[in-house]
T-cell receptor, first 111, second 112 residues
Framework: RKEVEQDPGPFNVPEGATVAFNCTYS??????FFWYRQDCRKEPKLLMS???SGNEDGRFTAQLNRASQYISLLIRDSKLSDSATYLC????????????FGTGTRLLVSP | ETGVTQTPRHLVMGMTNKKSLKCEQH?????MYWYKQSAKKPLELMFV???????ENNSVPSRFSPECPNSSHLFLHLHTLQPEDSALYLC???????????FGSGTQLSVL
């Protein structure tokens, strides 16, 4: 079983749509959770951290379910500029914080 | 501009060549990382350096040799690579106690 598992997509949605991605992780001792965004041929960039109580940043909402070991990302009112690959990342706080990346979910927002 | 600079951006090398990838961070971070990203695979952690000391070697073949002369610079020396080593090599840095990982733009490596 992969340590971090994501549906690779692509998810094709029209502008203005709401889209949700899920991610599951296998290590129950994982302590930190993130969503990174990666544009084509570019480096990953932190989109948002994911907290136990859930958190929101503008159109983006992240949720964590520790019991079921999954993380979700909800994007409301999709923009063309949201087209990218979204990487689910899980961390073990081992001092330097070892991060394990999922393969990513590709999102394509069309006009 | 993320504050992490990688050179070169692209590299094509033969299997008998020796080359080096360079990474420099201007953020004052104390941890630096090398990741490998192959097509359709997740980012794989290769090496971690904390305060210039290597703290993680993720079973990387010896044909990849990292060097960290100081906390701002990180190198990846390449020797007798295989075609399957072709990938995007990403450098990243982080401040201890902070969550955010800052990536460089990567070196797209092709081994012929």
């Amino acid at each position: 079983r992969k340590e971090v598992e994501q549906d690779p997509g692509p998810f094709n949605v029209p502008e203005g749509a709401t889209v949700a991605f899920n991610c599951t992780y296998s290590n129950s001792a994982s302590q930190s959770f993130f969503w990174y965004r990666q544009d084509c041929r570019k480096e990953p960039k932190l989109l948002m951290s994911v907290y136990s109580s859930g958190n929101e940043d503008g159109r983006f909402t992240a949720q964590l379910n520790r019991a079921s070991q999954y993380i979700s990302l909800l994007i409301r009112d999709s923009k063309l500029s949201d087209s990218a690959t979204y990487l689910c990342v899980v961390g073990m706080n081992t001092g330097f914080q070892k991060l394990v990346f999922g393969t990513g979910t590709r999102l394509l927002v069309s006009p | 501009e993320t504050g992490v600079t990688q050179t070169p951006r692209h590299l094509v090398m033969g299997m008998t060549n020796k080359k080096s990838l360079k990474c420099e961070q201007h953020l004052g971070h104390n941890a630096m990382y090398w990741y490998k990203q192959s097509a359709k695979k997740p980012l794989e952690l290769m090496f971690v350096y904390n305060f210039k000391e290597q703290t993680e070697n993720n079973s990387v073949p010896s044909r990849f040799s990292p060097e960290c002369p100081n906390s701002s610079h990180l190198f990846l020396h390449l020797h007798t690579l295989q075609p399957e080593d072709s990938a995007l090599y990403l450098c990243a840095s982080k401040d201890r106690g902070h969550e955010k990982l800052f990536f460089g733009s990567g070196t797209q490596l092709s081994v012929l």
